[in-house]
């Protein structure tokens, strides 16, 4: 009877502790996860671990060793068996993840960060306007090659919504231009591939003028595979992103320029919100359903100062 009634009161407390997380009075638990791999998501980490501490919720960070759909939906039905409140998500294929997503919004509180599912039941999306940041990757392109020539751009995917949009946003700004986007080559998050690719492009076109990658690992894919070739200074590169390899290829002049975003800001930001909304308060979301953390252009002229004030704020010497 009395291990009746020990169980009996385990439970209680046990569903009691669950309920108090739910509604705030206690730490909520929030995860998040990431569409791949990559030094990318270890800036987002540090913005996660600040925002753990200033908001009061514990994270789960979780990031999906293949970069695929079917390891992305297998880690948030891990999560909502753990009970969390909350999950912030890089979808990686948001057309084909609507159910998904639209029954994962049924159970926690869910939102969008780096790339976007606008058609699901996500509450707000939290990242680049990677459509704006495609047209500052294709002004630099421009740039760096002005007397035109022909441009390859590599990805892991067009499945995923910032994919799509930084591609447009790059055809939009050299349409009218003499540079000229001939190919599209996609890795499926596969880093081998992803300098393969680029390897491939640079015997297939050996007049080729420009190269851009639109993942943070296609830019030292891209950097090393034009190095080896001998033909850094004479193939532009243009990326996105800021991971170190980048970085020091712009250092290096290897990389024309790097559009980069605010990676801090999209964990920052979604415990902000996951926090606010388990605890059911106002999370300050906009109308339109999206938290800009804006992009910018870095170049041989300020990677310097970027780099020393990433290293600050992601505590790597």
């Known amino acids: 009877m009395k291990r009746t009634l020990f169980g009996l009161l385990a439970l209680l407390i046990a569903?009691?502790?669950?309920?108090?997380?739910?509604?705030?009075?206690?730490?909520?638990?929030?995860?998040?996860?990431s569409n791949t791999v990559s030094d990318f998501?270890?800036?987002?980490?540090?913005?996660v671990t600040d925002g753990e501490k200033e908001f009061g919720v514990q994270c789960e960070f979780r990031m999906p060793a293949?970069?695929?759909?079917?390891?992305?939906?297998?880690?948030?039905?891990?999560?909502?068996?753990?009970?969390?409140t909350g999950i912030a998500i890089s979808p990686i294929n948001p057309a084909n993840q609507v159910d998904l997503l639209n029954k994962t919004a049924d159970s926690v509180n869910l939102i969008c960060m780096d790339s976007d599912a606008p058609s699901s039941k996500r509450l707000c999306y939290v990242?680049?306007?990677?459509?704006?940041?495609?047209?500052?990757?294709?002004e630099e392109i421009k740039k760096a090659v002005p007397d035109g020539g022909t441009v390859v751009i590599f990805v892991g995917t067009l499945d995923a919504q910032n994919a799509r949009e930084r591609r447009q946003g790059i055809l939009d700004a050299v349409k009218g231009s003499k540079v000229e986007v001939i190919d599209t080559l996609t890795d499926n998050a596969d880093h081998t591939k992803a300098k393969a690719n680029v390897e491939d492009t640079l015997v297939k076109h050996p007049d080729i003028a420009g190269l851009m990658g639109l993942?943070?690992?296609?830019?030292?894919?891209?950097?090393?595979?034009?190095?080896?070739?001998g033909k850094q200074?004479?193939?532009?590169?243009?990326?996105f992103d800021e991971e170190a390899g980048t970085l020091q290829a712009v250092k290096d002049e290897v990389i024309f320029a790097t559009v980069v975003q605010r990676p801090y800001e999209f964990g920052y930001q979604s415990m902000r919100i996951l926090a606010a909304l388990a605890r059911g308060e106002d999370p300050g979301i906009p109308k339109n359903g999206i938290v800009d953390t804006g992009a910018q252009v870095?170049?041989?002229?300020?990677?310097?100062?970027?780099w020393a004030n990433l290293k600050k704020l992601t505590g790597k010497a």
């Open 127 to 138: 990242g680049t306007d990677n459509y704006k940041a495609g047209r500052l990757a294709g």
């Open 215 to 229: 993942w943070s690992y296609n830019g030292p894919a891209i950097a090393e595979a034009v190095k080896a070739a």
């Open 15 to 33: 569903g009691t502790l669950v309920s108090c997380a739910k509604r705030g009075t206690g730490k909520p638990r929030v995860a998040f996860v």
């Open 298 to 306: 870095i170049n041989k002229d300020n990677v310097d100062d970027f």
């Open 41 to 47: 998501w270890t800036i987002a980490k540090a913005g």
């Open 66 to 84: 293949q970069g695929n759909a079917t390891e992305q939906k297998q880690i948030i039905e891990d999560l909502l068996v753990k009970g969390v």
């Open 233 to 239: 200074g004479k193939v532009k590169i243009v990326t």
